[in-house]
């Protein structure tokens, strides 16, 4: 069975203060690791899906880098509107459930001003 | 990415009775719909998987006779909640997902249920 862990469960930074969040996975064979955003009361917002271990892809102040076991989401020099919960899942290839995500519990973010 | 819409964002509804709710990829057709259910503070838990013109697979747990899924076009499905009792109340979520090359699923904005 897919298993998705995310450390820190929160974490609380100043704004300007980088930081990294961590995503350790189990799976058998993997097709795709997705991170997105979710906002309190609003559906999960796509951020990067990492295929292979080495890929890396960037968008403004966030770096996704993915291993064998385990992906890092890097915030550099945080804004307070990056405050949000942010979701890991992973794809299995093959499977029985075609395209089937299982999410970690997520790390909720607090950048403050 | 895409655009997905569910209709209504909340909900409020009587122990006993049914709740329809609606989800519309509006700028791609979707090969593929998902639901999922989110209690307070936990993460997404997928119900079914739907492919148009066919049955939804449901994942183990889930009653496939409380939760009705109909993915009647490439744009819409709706999750049916049949009988809704107070542990029914959550956040539901539909997201699309158009194969091809990629595997991304776009998400909506999701339906806060509310049994009382």
């Known amino acids: 069975e897919d298993q998705v862990t995310q450390s820190p469960e929160a974490l609380r930074l100043q704004e300007g203060e980088s930081s990294s969040l961590n995503c350790s996975y189990t799976?058998?064979?993997?097709?795709?690791l997705f991170w997105y955003r979710q906002d309190p009361g609003k559906g999960p917002e796509f951020l990067f899906t990492l295929y292979s271990a080495g890929e890396e892809k960037e968008k403004e102040r966030l770096k996704a880098t993915l291993t064998k076991k385990e992906s890092f989401l890097h915030i550099t020099a945080p804004k307070p509107e990056d405050s949000a919960t942010y979701l890991c899942a992973v794809q299995e290839a093959g499977g029985t459930s075609y395209g089937k995500l299982t999410f970690g519990q997520g790390t909720i973010l607090t950048v403050h001003p | 990415g895409a655009v997905v819409s569910q209709h209504p964002s909340r909900v409020i509804c009587k122990s006993g009775t049914s709740v329809k709710i609606e989800c519309r990829s509006l700028d791609f057709q979707a090969t593929t719909m998902f639901w999922y259910r989110q209690f307070p503070k936990q993460s997404l838990m997928l119900m079914a998987t739907?492919?148009?013109?066919?049955?939804?697979?449901?994942e183990q747990g889930v009653e496939k006779d409380k939760f009705l899924i109909n993915h009647a076009s490439l744009t819409l499905s709706t999750l049916t909640v049949t009988s809704a009792h107070p542990e029914d109340s959550s956040f539901y979520i539909c997201?699309?997902?158009?194969?091809?090359?990629?595997?991304?699923?776009?998400f909506g904005p999701g339906t806060r249920l509310t049994v009382t």
């Open positions: 799976v058998s064979g993997l097709r795709g």
């Open positions: 739907s492919n148009e013109g066919s049955k939804a697979t449901y």
């Open positions: 997201s699309v997902s158009y194969g091809r090359s990629t595997y991304e699923q776009y």
